[in-house]
């Protein structure tokens, strides 16, 4: 008889109540066992290198590194990573970016226990797991114009409240060009001022103020 191996599980999180309780369900699992936890970006790197895990749930927003750098890393040196994305944000770039970074799983921190444990077995397994509501907006992301850099720039100038003469200053380009960008960000974005453009681009992520 062939001897059972349990699916071994990184938690990479940077508060530690929460990786308890997530490490409590999982090796409440005879199935599974936690193998390591990271309390930031660097660490997840350093210890999936370390242990070869055949899951890892990942945290978003976590210091020194975060989560998207860390899955971007870890996927760039391991073909095979099985990659969660865990986290209590369900804004649309945190999505598009966790999954574009190679994540095979997205799983909001208020998911029930089974509802982890059936991810983490469908994601071992090969399969993805993308809860519904995430695929909705997903889904709708990707309908969205991508933002350059040079306009995401000037989006986070704006969300600082800077006129366009000061983001001219800032990135060191005319304010006619400024202008320009503002109007192609409000055109992408479905908006009509820049007031709506900071909220709608906090609301899905794209920004933090």
Known sequence: MSQFTAIRVLIADDHFIVRQGLATIIDRDPEMTVIAQAEDG????????EHHPDVTLMDLR?????????????????????????????????????????????LLKDAKPNELLNAIRMVHS???????????????????????????????????????????????IGESTVKSHVNRILSKLGVNDRTQAVITSVKRGIVSL
């Open 42 to 49: 660097q660490q997840a790197i350093d210890l999936f290198q």
């Open 126 to 172: 090969g399969q993805k797991y993308v809860p519904l509501e995430v695929g909705a907006k997903l889904v709708q992301r990707m309908s969205n114009p991508e933002l350059s850099e040079r306009e995401l720039e000037v989006l986070r100038s704006m969300a600082q409240g800077m006129s366009n003469q000061e983001i001219g200053a800032v990135l060191n």
């Open 62 to 106: 976590m210091p020194q590194i975060r989560g998207v750098e860390a899955i971007t890393a870890i996927c760039a040196e391991f073909k095979q990573a099985r990659i969660i994305v865990l986290t209590t944000y369900d804004s649309d770039e945190d999505i598009y970016r966790g999954l574009q970074a190679g994540a095979q799983g997205y």
